[in-house]
């Protein structure tokens, strides 16, 4: 069983702040994906990586897949109240289509 | 815009009463997916769809469980004999690809509750 432990589980920081979120296996992914949720409504993808050691930015989100692509950070610079909700890393092994979800961090951006 | 709709939004049910959630994919997309996710959570993989058949349905907690998807597009999670650990948060998410980084999208969830 591939699990992906995501930490912390609980953020809450003031406006302005940097914060990282950390995604950690075990296992070998292909690739990695993260999502974030608000509440009542699904997943939205933010980002994917494929390549060991990749790192991709989307504005003040920087993401970095490891070098063995076991485990992926999440930066977030300046953080604004927009930024609340839960964040979630999701790993693919190989071309099977499973997708196997972190455990989750809900981040709280207090104004 | 369509995207994944599922329905219905919220559904309580007793204590062993048979239950149908369904979800409407996005037009085109072969892959097919459904989640149970609990609250604050990453959602638990139940099932996944290419076209007609499931492709894998290991995720599946058990035989009252059962999905289906006949025409290749929308598709009915079913559970049968509910009990009160099944409440949660159920999903929906399609893909174009057959790929495993393929985009997901998802459905805003149907809300289980059995009381």
């Known amino acids: 069983t591939q699990l992906l432990e995501q930490s912390p589980q609980f953020l809450s920081i003031q406006e302005g702040e940097n914060l990282t979120v950390y995604c950690n296996s075990s296992s070998v992914f292909s690739s990695l994906q993260w999502y974030r949720q608000e509440p009542g409504e699904g997943p939205v993808l933010l980002v994917t990586?494929?390549?060991?050691?990749e790192v991709k930015k989307l504005k003040r989100l920087t993401f970095q897949f490891g070098d063995a692509r076991k485990d992926s950070s999440l930066h977030i610079t300046a953080a604004q109240p927009g930024d609340t909700g839960l964040y979630l890393c999701a790993g693919a092994a190989g071309g099977y289509q499973k997708v196997t979800f972190g455990t989750g961090t809900k981040l709280q951006v207090i104004p | 815009g369509a995207g994944v709709s599922q329905t219905p939004s919220n559904k309580v049910t007793e204590k062993g009463k048979y239950v149908e959630l369904r979800c409407d994919p996005i037009s085109g997309h072969t892959a097919l997916y459904w989640y149970r996710q609990s609250l604050g959570q990453g959602p638990e993989f139940l099932i996944y769809?290419?076209?007609?058949?499931?492709?894998?349905d290991s995720g599946l907690p058990n035989d009252r469980f059962f999905a289906v998807r006949p025409e290749g597009s929308v598709s009915t999670l079913k559970i049968q004999r509910t009990e009160r650990g099944d409440s949660a948060v159920y999903l929906c998410?399609?893909?174009?690809?057959?790929?495993?980084?393929?985009?997901?999208?998802f459905g805003p969830g149907t809300r289980l509750t059995v009381l």
């Open positions: 990586v494929v390549t060991g050691g």
């Open positions: 769809f290419q076209g007609t058949g499931a492709a894998d």
């Open positions: 998410a399609s893909s174009f690809g057959t790929s495993g980084s393929a985009e997901q999208f």
